[in-house]
């Protein structure tokens, strides 16, 4: 069979075809060509005639008219592409570095569903037996790449977990690489401001740090996501609101109101509640006319769509830490709560704030609580602050024109703002933004299903809700907290001459302020209503009575911690003027045997002492509380516990090292709270892996801290051993007359100062005369050498050096 004659196409030689192909126009040449007036071929990166050349790519430009009509729309359109390869990248990266996901599935949620990393969640409207998804009519897959963030590298990258959680704690030994990362500042009421403090030698300065976690993650921070298409599509189809199984859902909104809200009454629970139900059948999320009822926010009918789902996840998200679910479980499922709130954080939605708004910022900061990203928290707290004041929460005016529901929102939302903005500032050391306005009364201790939502309240009820009467006491310790951080962390007063003074100087107004304020505290305790007093033993109704007793523990919690950060500053002063005396006396000139005296007197010590003496005690008395209410399994959120045992451990070292010099703390109850302490954040650590290793960190720190202050102490005493034999050679001479003891004087093994006996005895008397025990005058003067602001690196006068722990 004869073979078939070729193509034209075939016949034709590659140069043939060459020569025959018409020359292309391009529609535009790069600058280049168009400079040498040479054909351009338009290839990008590099086009013909500039790699002939040996250009290199970059020099290969393409200058377009700019401003033009086109030129805008492509730019448009390119940025789109890039912005779509960035995401589909990230997305990739983020599979590629998430660990492997648990197989088990817990309370309904199916591991193929949620909420691991790049999980797929099916979002159904068709109806099964707890009604139908709130979505469309047809079964729509949406995928969404929930992936926890990688670890925190050493240059640590803004926008990344940080090692500092929103609480102000970490378990990183090494302090100063910790607090100088980035711009960010922890003052003098941080946990960061109290680890410093721990004695440290200059070896463990530079010492390693406390190994990382074995799978390389941060514990318990919260997902990144992918943001979701801005399409013109119906908005239910976007993943951030997607539910989970109505078994999960209704099971985690169970646990954040017998947890959270009886603690925060932030919404309104009956119309938050009736929205929720909503979710679940064929109507779904319906827009309600505005006037349809007060304005309650959350679940009202002036809520938007995305501020309520927003707000939904914040309380997913918080149900879960409360939940029984695994660590791992938890850390998955809040992951894809956290990043759905977050996705529905826009700030074009928060150009007109509202009451829904403020609640979902608050919600969003109590969550935030418990991460690694304390900036982030610290941020969207002053942004809930800014947004109330413009909505005018801070007035009273606005009660003469509402209903009586609104005016309980509006107060619960008010002092909701103050609660947390003195939280977040107490715990990172920062000033308030906020201050107390007393225009605005307390909101009412009165239960939600008496806040009605369609006709108007004319009379409170008879008997107030004993479960929200806590909400009333734990407003006024806010009160005293913002208080404390305004007279004696953050004095705006005080001229900068007399802060940085190296001598304690005194001043009334600061005694009566902190006199006031220990005052305020016992006044406090003493009238509490007896359903929430902790010294005594009430009946009350079983259907309540763990409710109670964990508002009682609680309220306990905060009044002794705030007893503590009361005397914090004059405890750490104490333990720096020990500390430096200790190392004036290293430095003695043997040859000579004379020193000068030390910076403080023996009137500063005495008033020094008994306020750490009554910080120690505070402190053993919160591990204490703490303890108890574990056993009982009424406790609160474990964040807070987590801040109070790293405060407490981190005094009780210092408490440690202060004995080696003189028993001036109780050693029993020192070991039983240290043991105690260490037992509470075992324990927290098997249930949430943020609290894991915070055990092993104080340990080590304590160790470090008892080395390096029992080599000072040693040393001391040889130094003063060999100066008292020289002194015994030369009594004949100078007719020196031993100091005679008076009336409570420590003796002559009194180590603070051997020159003379250490004189407390004038104490008594002042007592019997005036009724009142001298406080240390003025806390923050001489404090600044003490608690450095942490991006302050440096060592302190008379030689006393800040450890650098966690």
């Known amino acids: 069979m004869p073979s078939p004659m070729p193509s034209d196409a075939e016949a034709l030689s590659p140069e043939e075809i060459s020569r025959s192909a018409k020359r292309k126009r391009v529609a535009l040449a790069c600058d280049n060509c168009r400079e040498r007036k040479v054909r351009c071929n338009g290839t990008k990166p590099l086009c013909g005639p500039c790699g002939k050349r040996g250009e290199d790519p970059a020099n290969c430009k393409y200058t377009v008219i700019a401003n033009s009509a086109k030129r805008v729309s492509e730019q448009e359109y390119i940025a789109s592409l890039q912005s779509q390869v960035i995401q589909l990248q990230q997305t990739v990266s983020d599979l590629r570095e998430r660990p492997g996901t648990s197989s088990d599935s817990y309370g309904g949620f199916d591991a193929s569903n949620s909420p691991g990393a790049?999980?797929?969640?099916?979002?159904?409207?068709?109806?099964?037996?707890?009604?139908?998804?709130?979505?469309?009519?047809?079964?729509?897959?949406?995928?969404?790449?929930?992936?926890?963030?990688?670890?925190?590298?050493?240059?640590?990258?803004?926008?990344?977990?940080s090692p500092i959680s929103a609480m102000g704690a970490t378990n990183s030994i090494q302090v100063e690489p910790v607090m100088s990362r980035g711009n960010e500042f922890y003052g003098q009421s941080s946990v960061l401001s109290l680890l410093r403090e721990v004695p440290r030698s200059n070896r463990q300065q530079a010492g390693p740090s406390t190994p990382a976690r074995s799978n390389g993650q941060q514990p318990n921070t919260p997902g990144r996501s992918s943001s979701s298409s801005r399409l013109g599509i119906n908005s239910m189809l976007q993943s951030q609101y997607a539910l989970p199984p109505r078994e999960v859902a209704d099971e985690l909104l169970r646990f954040y109101f017998s947890h959270m809200h009886i603690l925060y009454p932030l919404i309104h629970s009956v119309g938050f509640r009736s929205r929720y139900e909503s979710l679940w059948t064929g109507t779904g999320y319906q827009d309600l006319p505005p006037n349809?009822?007060?304005?309650?926010?959350?679940?009202?009918?002036?809520?938007?769509?995305?501020?309520?789902?927003?707000?939904?996840?914040?309380?997913?998200?918080?149900?879960?830490?409360?939940?029984?679910?695994?660590?791992?479980?938890?850390?998955?499922?809040?992951?894809?709560?956290?990043?759905?709130?977050?996705?529905?954080?826009?700030?074009?939605?928060?150009?007109?704030?509202?009451?829904?708004?403020?609640?979902?910022?608050?919600?969003?900061?109590?969550?935030?609580?418990?991460?690694?990203y304390p900036t982030r928290c610290y941020n969207i707290m002053g942004l809930a602050c800014r947004m109330a004041v413009g909505l005018g929460l801070h007035s009273n005016k606005f009660s003469e024109r509402s209903s009586f529901t609104e005016t309980e929102l509006r107060r619960r939302v008010w002092y909701g703002c103050l609660q947390m903005e003195m939280t977040v500032s107490m715990t990172l050391g920062r000033p308030p933004s906020m201050r107390i306005v007393n225009d605005v009364p307390l909101p009412s201790p009165i239960d939600d299903a008496h806040l009605p939502l369609r006709e108007n309240l004319t009379h409170l009820p008879e008997q107030p809700s004993a479960v929200n009467l806590f909400t009333v006491e734990n407003i006024k310790l806010a009160k005293i907290l913002a208080?404390?951080?305004?007279?004696?962390?953050?004095?705006?007063?005080?001229?900068?001459?007399?802060?940085?003074?190296?001598?304690?100087?005194?001043?009334?107004?600061?005694?009566?302020?902190?006199?006031?304020?220990?005052?305020?505290?016992e006044d406090f305790k003493s009238t509490l209503p007896d359903v929430l007093r902790w010294d005594r033993a009430v009946e009350t109704p079983p259907e309540i009575s763990a409710v109670l007793k964990r508002q009682s523990y609680i309220l306990q919690a905060r009044y002794l911690h705030l007893k503590i950060l009361l005397f914090?500053?004059?405890?750490?002063?104490?333990?720096?003027?020990?500390?430096?005396?200790?190392?004036?006396?290293?430095?003695?000139?043997?040859?000579?045997?004379?020193?000068?005296?030390?910076?403080?007197?023996?009137?500063?010590?005495?008033?020094?002492?008994?306020?750490?003496?009554?910080?120690?005690?505070?402190?053993?008395?919160l591990v204490g509380s703490i303890e108890r209410s574990t056993n009982e399994r009424v406790t609160g959120a474990w964040w807070f516990r987590l801040f109070y045992l790293m405060t407490s451990g981190t005094i009780l070292i210092l408490a440690e090292c202060m004995q080696l010099s003189k028993q001036h703390f109780n050693q029993a109850t020192l070991d039983?709270?240290?043991?105690?302490?260490?037992?509470?954040?075992?324990?927290?650590?098997?249930?949430?892996?943020?609290?894991?290793?915070?055990?092993?960190?104080?340990?080590?720190?304590?160790?470090?801290?008892?080395?390096?202050?029992?080599?000072?102490?040693?040393?001391?005493?040889?130094?003063?051993?060999?100066?008292?034999?020289?002194?015994?050679?030369?009594?004949?001479?100078?007719?020196?007359?031993?100091?005679?003891?008076?009336?409570?004087?420590?003796?002559?093994?009194?180590?603070?100062?051997?020159?003379?006996?250490?004189?407390?005895?004038?104490?008594?008397?002042?007592?019997?005369?005036?009724?009142v025990t001298p406080l240390l005058e003025n806390w923050e003067t001489g404090i600044e050498t003490i608690m450095m602001p942490s991006n302050v690196a440096g060592d302190f006068g008379n030689g006393y050096s800040m450890p650098s722990f966690m």
């Open 568 to 621: 914090r500053p004059s405890f750490s002063w104490f333990c720096a003027s020990t500390r430096s005396e200790l190392q004036r006396r290293e430095n003695i000139d043997l040859s000579n045997g004379s020193s000068s005296r030390p910076k403080e007197t023996d009137l500063t010590m005495s008033l020094l002492v008994p306020c750490a003496v009554a910080c120690v005690n505070a402190t053993c008395e």
């Open 483 to 521: 208080i404390i951080l305004d007279q004696i962390y953050h004095p705006v007063s005080t001229e900068p001459s007399f802060r940085n003074s190296p001598t304690p100087q005194t001043s009334h107004q600061d005694l009566n302020t902190v006199m006031h304020l220990d005052a305020s505290l």
């Open 118 to 161: 790049g999980s797929s969640i099916v979002v159904s409207g068709s109806r099964g037996d707890d009604g139908p998804m709130p979505t469309t009519n047809e079964q729509t897959l949406i995928t969404e790449h929930h992936s926890f963030p990688p670890p925190l590298d050493a240059s640590g990258q803004p926008g990344g977990p």
């Open 292 to 372: 349809d009822g007060p304005d309650i926010g959350l679940g009202g009918a002036r809520c938007p769509r995305p501020v309520f789902f927003c707000a939904l996840n914040a309380t997913f998200a918080l149900g879960c830490e409360f939940s029984d679910f695994t660590p791992d479980e938890k850390e998955a499922a809040c992951a894809v709560f956290y990043g759905r709130m977050k996705d529905l954080l826009h700030i074009e939605l928060l150009d007109n704030g509202s009451i829904a708004h403020v609640q979902a910022l608050l919600l969003a900061v109590h969550y935030l609580l418990c991460t690694q």
């Open 672 to 771: 039983a709270a240290w043991v105690s302490c260490l037992g509470n954040l075992d324990q927290m650590g098997n249930y949430h892996s943020q609290a894991r290793g915070y055990t092993q960190s104080l340990k080590l720190l304590r160790e470090r801290a008892l080395s390096t202050y029992g080599t000072a102490s040693d040393q001391s005493r040889q130094s003063r051993s060999a100066s008292q034999r020289r002194g015994t050679e030369d009594t004949s001479d100078n007719h020196y007359l031993p100091h005679t003891q008076s009336r409570g004087q420590v003796g002559e093994a009194n180590d603070d100062f051997p020159e003379k006996g250490f004189d407390v005895g004038w104490m008594e008397d002042y007592v019997d005369e005036f009724g």
